[in-house]
């Protein structure tokens, strides 16, 4: 069904308008930056489609290069590059100048003033990648996954995929508990014994993993659970 056949109230543009963009999910806000469709399908299908294949190729859309959408048919180079401008936009906006703040080695305490505000009272579970560059500063970060009230899954791939592409030196992991309890599950624990593991594979050092409760956090480093 083309966008312009849906009911009034069920359309993208219509609906940010009228209710505010919280409303819309992910592919009615991709199809908003996609605008048009194909003959065969709407604005609103083919955001489906880049979804479904960025997922699968790339572990996220944040991450997805111009080629790599412009492999579906109906994206051509000028939707495939508002897309890829568009992530890019809201990466750097998200990341701010913290880069350009710290002058030294990043530390525990830089990741948590980044991220406490998003993460202290968020009800879900997110898991956050921080990339470095080679004088251990921040260059960008990257959601990673949204979990349920108390967990957020998360693979080694989809950790390293979008580092490769950054080209990070290092990555330092982060993740909130809802609960407001930062100290280390057992869960907390094997997926940093994974990611570990991947990182040697994939010569890309990490750092850390810090978990950040309700006015503290815990550094999985500082724990010991991480070599220093």
Same mark, same amino acid.
């Given at each position: 069904?083309?966008?312009?056949?849906?009911?009034?109230?069920?359309?993208?543009?219509?609906?940010?308008?009228?209710?505010?963009?919280?409303?819309?999910?992910?592919?009615?806000?991709?199809?908003?930056?996609?605008?048009?469709?194909?003959?065969?399908?709407?604005?609103?299908?083919?955001?489906?489609?880049?979804?479904?294949?960025?997922?699968?190729?790339?572990?996220?859309? #944040?991450?997805?290069?111009?080629?790599?959408?412009?492999?579906?048919?109906?994206?051509? /180079?000028?939707? $495939?590059?508002? =897309? &890829? %401008?568009?992530?890019?936009?809201?990466?750097?906006?998200?990341?701010?100048?913290?880069?350009?703040?710290?002058?030294?080695?990043?530390?525990?305490?830089?990741?948590?003033?980044?991220?406490?505000?998003?993460?202290?009272?968020?009800?879900?579970?997110?898991?956050?990648?921080?990339?470095?560059?080679?004088?251990?500063?921040?260059?960008?970060?990257?959601?990673?996954?949204?979990?349920?009230?108390? #967990?957020?899954?998360?693979?080694?791939?989809?950790?390293?995929?979008?580092?490769?592409? /950054?080209?990070? $030196?290092?990555? =330092? &992991? %982060?993740?909130?508990?809802?609960?407001?309890?930062?100290?280390?599950?057992?869960?907390?624990?094997?997926?940093?014994?994974?990611?570990?593991?991947?990182?040697?594979?994939?010569?890309?050092?990490?750092?850390?993993?810090?978990?950040?409760?309700?006015?503290?956090?815990?550094?999985?480093?500082?724990?010991?659970?991480?070599?220093?």
């Amino acid at each position: 069904m083309q966008i312009k056949s849906m009911p009034t109230y069920e359309r993208p543009q219509e609906k940010l308008l009228f209710a505010g963009p919280g409303t819309l999910s992910n592919p009615e806000l991709l199809a908003l930056i996609i605008r048009t469709g194909t003959d065969r399908k709407s604005a609103l299908q083919l955001a489906e489609d880049v979804i479904s294949l960025t997922a699968a190729e790339s572990g996220s859309i #944040t991450t997805a290069d111009v080629r790599e959408l412009m492999s579906i048919h109906g994206i051509g /180079s000028a939707k $495939a590059c508002s =897309i &890829v %401008a568009s992530m890019e936009l809201g990466r750097r906006l998200l990341t701010g100048n913290v880069a350009e703040k710290s002058s030294g080695p990043v530390t525990a305490d830089d990741i948590y003033d980044l991220l406490m505000r998003d993460m202290m009272h968020e009800k879900r579970e997110l898991f956050m990648s921080i990339h470095l560059n080679t004088k251990m500063q921040i260059e960008s970060k990257q959601l990673i996954s949204i979990g349920c009230l108390d #967990t957020a899954p998360v693979h080694p791939r989809e950790v390293f995929r979008p580092a490769v592409r /950054s080209g990070a $030196a290092a990555v =330092i &992991v %982060a993740h909130n508990h809802p609960s407001g309890d930062p100290e280390p599950s057992a869960e907390d624990i094997a997926v940093t014994e994974r990611l570990l593991k991947a990182s040697k594979i994939m010569g890309i050092r990490m750092l850390d993993h810090i978990i950040i409760g309700s006015g503290r956090y815990v550094s999985l480093r500082e724990e010991g659970i991480i070599p220093g």
